[in-house]
């Protein structure tokens, strides 16, 4: 290892370093830091390690500390080398890349001075990617995204909505967990994460249904590097992990076994955990936001779903109203999926008064999951305008609820014309009443404004 003159001087001579280095409570310092962090000797050896880069590099404390940072570049990843390399040569660095902790970080290398310029140590600090990460060659079972606020989430803002997520960030916030219900396709992923957008925090999206009882402590927990249980002598970042300092979100938390459930209930009592294949406990801070779209109570009385598990998810719970109670969801569900599918569309889908008047009297039973199939087998089908024939429902047993028509107290028209008029009349004063304006309701409809403030100035 090659050291300049007074580089050298300052290994032997522990007088130059700072005293407050060598201080217990330093250690403490380190650990108060959000981002990884290591504290290396002049020769490379690590001297302190805070948790945060435990987690990071998916290594123990016991098997940092003490050793060379050089060692660990087969267990946490190439980008180890650089910085080894760069602590050869006593010089500061600045790499980016992923680690074999399936995380992607930003690492800085600054190398500690003295007075008189020797080098005594050097500071390592790494933080996380604020990407969006799909775990390489790994399971589907999560979705990882780091800063959700960014603006991936896709759901469409009402007040209704808004006041729910402000509610639970504000129970989450204070270290509730927050549990939401609703039927099915109501968006409660797309809520959860919204309530995740109120800090620039990691969210894990657990699909509990895809974790059999087997694998649920490998998911959840992660598993030791170098352990007998690791096949791929990497290890496996858990999902409780990679949350750490953010929110884990269990979709559809009634999927999970009771065995499951158990593991779980021991987790959420200690906020501790230990990798399998490693006896070392480990602490995740994480706020819990969970999902489901079945009855917890009766699960809970029939015995499928723990009681211990139940109070501790649902302390603060929130009901998301299905599509068919929120008209002002839907017609903004409708005219964002109407400018989603018309992006590179030629030419572009404009939607009938008939084919409006299907979807606003429809109830929806698949809420809006079967709303965006209606409107994407109608651009499929239609050409230029979406007709009554191109409302086609998933959901063929559930009929749409009857249609409003004219009058029928009115008096009959004495002729075709008369009743043309008094239709057209019709669908103009309702297409003007959904859209708020005549200038929307002639853009709907596909006329010129002068056209319809003409027809609706007729006797």
């Given amino acids: 290892m090659k050291f300049y003159a007074n580089d050298v001087a300052s290994v032997h001579n522990r007088r130059l370093r700072p005293a407050f280095v060598d201080d217990l409570q330093f250690g403490t310092f380190l650990e108060a830091l959000p981002d990884g962090v290591a504290l290396l000797e002049a020769d490379g050896r690590i001297k302190l390690v805070n948790n945060r880069l435990e987690i990071l590099l ?26 080894w390399a760069a602590v050869q040569q006593l010089k500061r660095i600045e790499v980016s ?5 399936q995380r992607n ?21 790494m933080r996380e990617s604020t990407r969006h990460l799909r775990v390489p060659g790994g399971s589907d ?60 925090a990691a969210f894990v999206h657990v699909r509990c249904g895809l974790l059999s009882e087997d694998q649920f402590e490998a998911e959840m927990f992660g598993v030791e590097p170098g352990s007998p249980l690791d096949t791929s002598t990497r290890g496996k970042l858990g999902y409780v992990e990679a949350a750490d300092g953010g929110v884990l979100f269990l979709d559809q938390i009634t999927d999970l076994s009771l065995h499951a459930q158990s593991k779980l209930v021991a987790f ?21 936001v969970a999902a489901t779209n079945q009855d917890l109570p009766a699960l809970v ?30 017609a903004a569900l409708i005219d964002h999926h109407l400018r989603r599918l018309n992006v590179g569309r030629k030419p572009p889908l404009r939607l009938s008064p008939e084919f409006l008047e299907r979807l606003t009297t429809y109830s929806f039973p ?37 249609a409003a028509k004219p ?20 669908v103009l004063e309702k297409s003007i009443a959904q859209n708020g304006s005549k200038r929307s309701a002639a853009r709907a409809l596909g006329i010129d404004i002068a056209t319809l403030v003409r027809k609706t100035k007729r006797k």
């Fill in 58 to 83: 998916n290594v123990a404390r016991g098997d940092l500390v003490g050793s060379e940072l050089g060692r660990h570049v087969k267990t946490a990843g190439p980008i180890i080398q650089k910085l």
């Fill in 407 to 426: 009058s029928a107290d009115l008096e009959a028209p004495t002729n075709l014309k008369d009743l043309v008029q008094e239709f057209e009349a019709w």
């Fill in 366 to 402: 698949g809420n809006i999951r079967e709303l965006a199939n209606i409107m994407e087998r109608a651009a499929a089908a239609a050409e230029d305008l979406a007709r009554s024939e191109h409302f086609i429902a998933p959901n063929a047993d559930t009929a749409p609820i009857a």
């Fill in 301 to 330: 009385s029939s015995g499928a779903f723990r009681n211990d598990l139940y109070y501790r998810i649902a302390v603060m719970t929130f009901a998301q109203p299905s599509l068919r109670t929120q008209p002002d969801l839907l």
């Fill in 268 to 288: 959420l009592e200690t906020q501790t955990f230990s990798r399998l294949g490693s006896l070392q406990r480990r602490q995740a801070r994480i706020k819990l």
């Fill in 105 to 125: 970080v930003v690492a800085s290398l600054s190398i500690l001075r003295a007075s008189d310029g020797g080098a005594y140590g050097a500071l390592l600090v």
């Fill in 141 to 200: 079972n999560f979705r990882y995204e780091q800063g959700v606020e960014s603006g991936r989430s896709n759901i469409v803002r009402t007040p209704t909505i808004e006041a729910i997520a402000s509610k639970a960030a504000v129970a989450l916030e204070r270290g509730a967990s927050v549990l939401l219900t609703g039927e099915t396709g109501t968006g409660k992923g797309e809520l959860a994460r919204l309530i995740g957008n109120a800090n620039d």
């Fill in 97 to 101: 890349g992923a680690l074999n902790s």
